[in-house]
């Protein structure tokens, strides 16, 4: 049964409801681990440098980094405002299509794509306890999350739309794990921070809605200030869900 589909354990979420994880059959974890060097090879050139879910990289260490370059911004005389964002079901909501799209624009190895998408596309059975249901046959959208390469895919997915934002927005600096993104937007006064967080606000929901992507009510800016609740007020009134909160 594990061989031809993917069984889906049934969790619960730490925020209600439950959530699945993938079981993959054996054969195919270990060829994963096996054939590993072309997306070595492709990471190394595609990258996106403030990408901390790569081998290597920390998120502990990239937040500390965040909040070193904050310090450092406001003792120069810089306001600052650290935008959280917040991405409604990642794994679920990439569209197949797309990311062959994206795998091709970005040079990303069709043969090892092709070996993924034949167990991410796989028939699908729920498991709940001992009880295992029907299978699910068509997927148009998702891949596995628990899967050795859904970060990799994850990365080709969003990798052009990141580093477009990082070079259209040299005042946000960017920082990337999976599909939560962070970014300190700076200014010099009030109004000008406000308006350089807002522009990289829109361009962010435009990037993701082309990516089939919905930015989720979790999203934050922190701290609580003039500026975060005068950005808030700007980006809900457009539809894009975000919140101030305190640090």
């Known amino acids: 049964l594990q061989a031809m589909t993917n069984i889906m354990a049934t969790l619960p979420n730490k925020c209600g409801g439950t959530r699945t994880v993938a079981i993959a059959a054996t054969i195919y974890r270990l060829l994963m681990e096996l054939d590993n060097e072309e997306i070595a090879g492709y990471e190394k050139l595609n990258v996106f440098s403030g990408d901390s ?40 909501s990439i569209d197949i299509a797309t990311l062959v799209a994206e795998a091709e624009a970005t040079g990303f190895p069709l043969r090892q794509l092709a070996l993924s998408l034949s167990v991410h596309l796989a028939p699908r059975r729920l498991k709940l306890g001992t009880a295992v249901g029907n299978p699910i046959l068509q997927l148009g959208r998702s891949i596995l999350a628990g899967c050795k390469r859904s970060t990799h895919l994850a990365r080709v997915y969003t990798v052009r739309a990141v580093k477009e934002l990082d070079k259209e927005h040299p005042e946000v600096s960017i920082g990337q794990h999976v599909d939560d993104i962070s970014n300190l937007a700076k200014g010099r006064t009030e109004d000008e921070l406000v308006g350089r967080a807002v522009k990289y606000g829109i361009h962010f929901s435009s990037l993701m809605k082309a990516l089939h992507m919905d930015i989720s009510g979790k999203s934050v800016i922190v701290p609580l200030s003039a500026a975060a609740k005068r950005t808030v007020k700007i980006l809900t009134g457009l539809g894009i869900p975000i919140k101030a909160e305190q640090a």
């Not at 935008?83 to 794994?91: G, Q």
């Open 53 to 92: 879910a790569t081998a290597g990289a920390s998120a502990l260490r990239a937040a500390e980094d965040r909040a070193l370059e904050a310090e450092l911004e406001s003792h120069e005389g810089q306001l600052t405002i650290t935008m959280l964002w917040d991405i409604k079901k990642f794994f679920d």
